[in-house]
């Protein structure tokens, strides 16, 4: 059964460091998201994207964050200066075109730790 | 805005007991609600949906949530539960955007 793909699964990094955090969705999806979910708190919405442009986007996703699909398979999400709050467990979803709201296919998350 | 609300942070039960795992929900368009299950160290899964048509929608693992509009509920519900079924459960709600907006979660605790 396909399923998205997420690397690294953990990530350390300095505060002020830039991370790249890695999915690769089901191959016949178009609608790709970032979530995020700090220890302890609820799965939060970053960002949603389709046809290579962002459709939406949270009050969280500010300048320092950035989407990109780069080929035809990864999405990307980048933090340009990470501070100690971006501490979290990032899910990248992934979901199929359609007329309806079909469901969101989850990846197994990327847990960053920032010092 | 959306909002959900789970109001048990974790339910303790054991072994082929019932369990009842509670989400409300606010919305003030027409919403579409789902239940997805973490187990440990793994990523979400969604366990299931309502979209429309019958309030009441079953899983495969015999899991089953009713649709209450008046109530504005979308409680989730399993008659025996097994010790494989520990796991943290999200009630999420979305409309017609697709953003997800999630509870805060319940872990369900199944001990022999």
């Known amino acids: 059964e396909p399923e998205v ?17 890695r999915c690769v969705p089901i191959s016949n999806h178009l609608y790709f998201y970032w979530y995020r979910q700090i220890l302890g708190q609820k799965v939060e919405f970053l960002v949603s994207f389709y046809n290579n442009e962002i459709s939406e986007k949270s009050e969280i996703f500010d300048d320092q964050f950035s989407v990109e699909r780069p080929d035809g398979s990864n999405f990307t999400l980048k933090i340009r200066s990470t501070k100690l709050e971006d501490s979290a467990m990032y899910f990248c979803a992934s979901r199929r ?9 989850f990846g197994p998350g990327t847990r960053l730790t920032v010092t | 805005a959306q ?25 003030s368009v027409s919403v579409y609600l789902f239940w997805y299950v973490q187990y440990p160290n793994q990523g979400l899964q969604l366990l299931l949906k309502y979209l429309s048509g019958s309030t009441l929608v ?10 209450n509009k008046s109530q504005t509920s979308f409680h989730l519900r399993k008659p025996s539960v097994h010790i494989s079924d520990t796991a943290e459960f999200f009630c999420a709600v979305s409309d017609r955007f697709q953003k997800l907006v999630f509870g805060t979660g319940t872990r369900l605790l199944v001990s022999p």
């Open chain 1, 5 to 21: 793909t997420q690397t690294p699964s953990h990530q350390v990094t300095q505060m002020g460091q830039e991370v790249i955090l």
């Open chain 2, 3 to 27: 909002s959900v609300t789970q109001l048990d942070s974790q339910v303790p039960v054991f072994e082929e007991a019932p369990v009842e795992l509670r989400c409300n929900y606010s919305s």
């Open chain 2, 58 to 67: 079953e899983s495969i693992n015999g899991f089953e949530a009713e649709f």
């Open chain 1, 97 to 105: 075109e359609s007329s309806g709201p079909y469901e969101q296919y």
